[in-house]
C-alpha cells in the first residue's frame, strides 16, 4: 500500500467545472509536489513545496493552483481546464526536499476533461 | 540541459531469464539516480536510489550500478517473473533538486 494517498482516483468534469485533487502523507514529510503524466510519457515537475511554502513553480498555468493547508496535506484546484489537461496527476512526497532524499509517489488521480 | 535516456524503449523476455535495462545521461553532474517502477494506470514505486559517490545498489533480485564518468546505469534485474512486467523509469537528480525522468523501458516477462 502507497503511503502516499491520493483523492479521488479518477475524476470527470467539464471545462467549466470547479474541482480540487487532494494529497495526504503522514511520514513527515516536509517536501510535496505535483506531477503531470501523460500516456506513455514521463512525469513532469509542476509545483514544490518546501516546508509549506511554494519553492517551485514550473510555468504552470493559472487555472491549476496548488495550496498545501499543512505539512500532511496537499492540494491541487482546478478551474476552467482544457481537453488537454486529461492526465494522470501524480503527488510525492520526500523527507524535506534536499539531495539525495527519494520521493515516494502516490497512486494518481486521473482527469478526463470532457 | 540533462537528458536522460532509456534504451530499449520496450523488452519482452521468458519468465526465468537474467536482464538489464539501460539508462544514460548527458550531465555528470548529479547528486543522485533512482529506478522507479510504474505499473499501467498506478503510481511510481521508488525501486533503488543510488547516491552520486556509490557505485550499486541491491535490493532482493535487483540491482542498480551508477558509472557516473560515463553518465550511464544499469538495472539488473535476476531470475525474472511475470510480476516484474511493468515501466521501469529511471530519474537523476540534479544541481536544482529536481527529477529529471528517462521515458521508460516497458518491460514484459512471458510466463
Known amino acids: 500500500d502507497t503511503e502516499v494517498t491520493q483523492t479521488p482516483k479518477h475524476l470527470v468534469m467539464g471545462m467549466t467545472n470547479k474541482k480540487s485533487l487532494k494529497c495526504e502523507q503522514h511520514m513527515g514529510h516536509r517536501a510535496m509536489y505535483w506531477y503531470k503524466q501523460k500516456a506513455k510519457k514521463p512525469p513532469e515537475l509542476m509545483f514544490v513545496?518546501?516546508?509549506?511554502?511554494?519553492?517551485i513553480n514550473e510555468s504552470v498555468p493559472s487555472r491549476f493552483s496548488p495550496e498545501c493547508p499543512n505539512s500532511s496535506l496537499l492540494n491541487l484546484h482546478l478551474h476552467a481546464l482544457q481537453p488537454e489537461d486529461s492526465a494522470l496527476y501524480l503527488c510525492?512526497?520526500?523527507?524535506?526536499?534536499?539531495?539525495?532524499?527519494?520521493?515516494?509517489f502516490g497512486d494518481g488521480t486521473r482527469l478526463s476533461i470532457l | 540541459k540533462q537528458e536522460v535516456t532509456q534504451i530499449p524503449a520496450a523488452l519482452s523476455v521468458p519468465e526465468g531469464e537474467n536482464l538489464v535495462l539501460n539508462c544514460s545521461f548527458t550531465?555528470?553532474?548529479?547528486?543522485?539516480l533512482q529506478w522507479f517502477r510504474q505499473d499501467p494506470g498506478k503510481g511510481l514505486t521508488s525501486l533503488l536510489l543510488?547516491?552520486?559517490s556509490q557505485r550499486e545498489q541491491t535490493s532482493g533480485r535487483l540491482n542498480a550500478s551508477l558509472d557516473k564518468s560515463s553518465g550511464r546505469s544499469t538495472l539488473y534485474i535476476a531470475a525474472s517473473q511475470p510480476g516484474d512486467s511493468a515501466t521501469y523509469l529511471c530519474a537523476v537528480e540534479d544541481s536544482n533538486y529536481q527529477l529529471i525522468w528517462g521515458a521508460g523501458t516497458k518491460l514484459i516477462i512471458k510466463p
Open positions: 543510488i547516491q552520486s
Open positions: 550531465d555528470s553532474a548529479i547528486y543522485n
Open positions: 513545496y518546501s516546508y509549506e511554502k511554494l519553492s
Open positions: 510525492a512526497s520526500s523527507q524535506s526536499g534536499g539531495v539525495g532524499q527519494p520521493q515516494h
